[in-house]
C-alpha cells in the first residue's frame, strides 16, 4: 500500500510538473508574440505581480545585472528591432539569466512545490524589466543632444592682401580664437556646414524638386559628410594662414605653420584623414607644383605674387582649394581675372556638361582683362595647358580633366562626381614648361608590383605607402619621417615607374601668374561648391 502511494505521489509530481512547464511555455509564447505599446505593457505587469509577491528579498541584487544586460540591449536595439527571430533569442536570455536572484530563489525554494513558479516569475520580471530599459534608452525620440561651446569671433580684417575678402564676425562660432579646437569637436553629430548651393538649369532643372533623386543624396550622406568636414577644416585653416602670412616671413615657416594647423584642426589619423597634397606657394611666373625642399630661405617679399594651394583630406574625399596672395594692389586685374575664370567655370560646370564649352566661358572670362605693370598694358590670358580635374578617392587627379580654353572636347560631367576648377592667368606667354628643383611626388596609382633591387628604395616605398598611399607628398614630409636620406632611392623609384615627380610648372621669367580653385560636387538635385568661404 505504502509503495502504491509513493507512485501515486510521484506521477502526481510528474503531472504537475508537466502542467507547470506547459504553463511556462504558454507565458513565453504569450510574451514573444506581445508587440510593444499596452499589450507589452499588460505582460510586463503580469510578469513582475508574482515576483513582487513571491520573491521580494532578492530584488536588490539582479540589478547590476538587468543594468548589463540593458546596456547589451541598447547596443543591440537595431537587431531587436529587425525582426521577430532574433527577439525570441534575446528573451529567452533574459528570462534565464538572472543569475544570483534565481539562485537564492531556488535555494529558499527547495522544499518548496512552488519554487519552479518563483523561478520563473523572476525569470519574467527579469525580462520585463529589461524590456522597460530597453523602451527608456530607445524610446524619446533621438537620445541625447550634444551640448556644443560657441564663440564670438570678430571679422577678421584681409585688407593687407589684395581682392581677399574678410572674414565676416559671427556670435555663434564654433571655433576660438586661437584656432585649435579640432573640426570633429566642434561638429560632434556630424552637421558640418554646407558649401554654397547652386541649382541645376535648362533640362536638369527638375532635379531640384525630384523625390528619386533626394532619396539618391540621403544615401550618399555619409560620403557628403566627410567632404564638408575637410572643406570645414580647409576654411578655417585658410582663415588662419591669412591672419599671419605677411611679407619678410620664410616660405618653409609659411606652410610648415599652415600643414601643423591643417593636422590640429582635422585631427590626422594616417590614411584616414590628413593632409591631402603638399602645400603649393609658387611665387610670381612659377605657376604650380613649388613648395620649398629644406635648405631653401626663400623669404616672401612685398611685390611677390604666390599661389597658396593645399589641401584636406577625409576618407580619401579631397578638397582640392586655392588663392592667390599678393600684398601690392598693382596686381589687382590679374588676380580678378583668374578669380573671374574660376567662377565661370563653376557656374557652366554641371551633370552633363561639356569639358570644351566650360574651357571656352573661361577663357572668355580671363581674357577680358589686361594690366598695366612698369607703363606698359599686358594682356591677360589663361594658361593653356594647364587644367581642372575630377578627383577620386585617395587620387587627386582623377582622369577627367577640364580645360580653361574652349576646344574640341566632347566629354560630359557626371552625376557624383567631384571636380576641382582652377584657373591660371597669366601676363606673359600663356604657357608652362617644367623647370626648377623638384618638390612634390605622387605613387603611381595603378603601379603594378615591381620588384626591386636596393634595399633602400624598397625601405622608402613601403614608408611611402604606409604614410601617403597614393596621395601626392614632398620630400620635406620624407625627411620628417626619418628618411633623410631618400634622394637616390626616390630616384629609384621614378626610374622604375613607381612614383611619378611632379616638377614646378613656370611661365616665363618675369611674368605673373595667379591661380583660384574651389572643389564642387555635382550632387544629384544641385551642385554645391564645397570649399566656398566668405574670403573668396
Not at 535555494?107 to 519574467?124: I, K, N, P, T, V
Request: proline letters at 5%.
Amino acid at each position: 500500500a505504502e509503495e502504491d502511494e509513493e507512485e501515486e505521489e510521484e506521477v502526481a509530481e510528474q503531472v504537475a510538473g508537466d502542467k507547470k512547464k506547459k504553463k511556462k511555455n504558454k507565458k513565453s509564447k504569450t510574451a514573444k508574440q506581445a508587440g510593444e505599446g499596452a499589450g507589452e505593457d499588460e505582460v510586463e505587469e503580469a510578469a513582475e505581480a508574482p515576483a513582487a509577491e513571491e520573491a521580494p528579498a532578492p530584488a536588490p541584487a539582479p540589478a547590476p545585472a538587468a543594468d548589463a544586460d540593458a546596456d547589451a540591449d541598447a547596443a543591440e536595439v537595431g537587431e531587436a528591432e529587425g525582426g521577430g527571430g532574433k527577439k525570441k533569442k534575446k528573451k529567452g536570455g533574459g528570462g534565464g539569466p538572472a543569475p544570483e536572484a534565481a539562485a537564492a530563489e531556488a535555494e529558499a525554494a527547495a522544499d518548496d512545490e512552488d519554487g519552479d513558479e518563483g523561478e520563473e516569475g523572476e525569470g519574467e520580471a527579469g525580462a520585463g524589466k529589461k524590456k522597460k530599459k530597453k523602451k527608456k534608452k530607445g524610446g524619446g525620440g533621438g537620445g541625447v543632444v550634444a551640448v556644443v561651446k560657441t564663440f564670438k569671433l570678430p571679422e577678421q580684417d584681409n585688407s593687407p592682401l589684395v581682392l581677399i575678402a574678410n572674414w565676416k564676425a559671427r556670435d555663434d562660432h564654433r571655433q576660438c580664437a586661437e584656432f585649435n579646437i579640432p573640426i570633429g569637436e566642434q561638429y560632434p553629430d556630424a552637421d558640418y556646414p554646407l558649401g554654397e548651393i547652386q541649382e541645376y538649369v535648362g533640362d536638369n532643372a527638375f532635379r531640384t524638386t525630384s523625390a528619386e533623386k533626394r532619396e539618391l543624396e540621403r544615401l550618399n550622406t555619409y560620403d557628403y559628410e566627410k567632404i564638408r568636414k575637410a572643406a570645414e577644416c580647409h576654411r578655417q585653416t585658410r582663415r588662419y594662414v591669412q591672419s599671419y602670412m605677411r611679407p619678410g616671413m620664410t616660405m618653409t615657416d609659411v606652410v610648415q605653420r599652415l600643414e601643423k594647423k591643417t593636422h590640429e584642426l582635422i585631427s590626422a589619423n594616417g590614411l584616414e584623414c590628413g593632409w591631402g597634397f603638399p602645400t603649393g606657394c609658387s611665387l610670381n611666373w612659377v605657376a604650380a607644383h613649388w613648395t620649398p625642399n629644406y635648405g631653401d630661405n626663400t623669404v616672401l617679399q612685398y611685390d611677390d605674387v604666390c599661389k597658396l594651394d593645399f589641401g584636406v583630406q577625409v576618407g580619401g574625399r579631397i578638397v582640392d582649394c586655392a588663392f592667390t596672395v599678393a600684398f601690392n594692389p598693382k596686381y589687382d586685374t590679374i588676380i580678378q581675372a583668374s578669380k573671374s575664370g574660376t567662377n565661370a567655370g563653376i557656374k557652366a560646370a554641371g551633370i552633363d556638361a561639356r569639358m570644351g564649352e566650360i574651357g571656352g566661358d573661361i577663357q572668355e572670362a580671363i581674357e577680358s582683362y589686361e594690366i598695366e605693370l612698369n607703363g606698359k598694358t599686358l594682356p591677360i590670358k589663361p594658361v593653356r595647358n594647364l587644367n581642372g580635374h575630377s578627383i577620386g578617392p585617395y587620387q587627386i587627379h582623377g582622369g577627367k580633366s577640364v580645360p580653361i580654353v574652349k576646344g574640341p572636347e566632347s566629354e560630359k560631367m557626371e552625376e557624383g562626381e567631384f571636380y576641382a576648377i582652377e584657373t591660371f592667368a597669366s601676363c606673359g606667354k600663356g604657357y608652362i614648361v617644367e623647370d626648377l628643383e623638384c618638390s612634390h611626388y605622387m605613387k603611381v596609382f595603378d603601379a603594378p608590383h615591381t620588384p626591386l633591387r636596393v634595399k633602400s628604395s624598397k625601405a622608402l616605398l613601403h614608408c611611402i605607402e604606409q604614410n601617403f598611399g597614393t596621395l601626392a607628398f614632398c620630400r620635406r614630409w620624407l625627411d620628417d619621417l626619418g628618411q633623410t636620406r631618400h634622394l637616390m632611392a626616390l630616384k629609384n623609384l621614378v626610374d622604375n615607374d613607381l612614383v611619378q615627380p611632379y616638377p614646378p610648372l613656370c611661365d616665363v621669367k618675369g611674368s605673373y601668374v595667379t591661380q583660384m580653385e574651389h572643389t564642387i560636387l555635382l550632387r544629384p538635385t544641385c551642385k554645391e561648391v564645397i570649399s566656398r568661404g566668405d574670403d573668396f
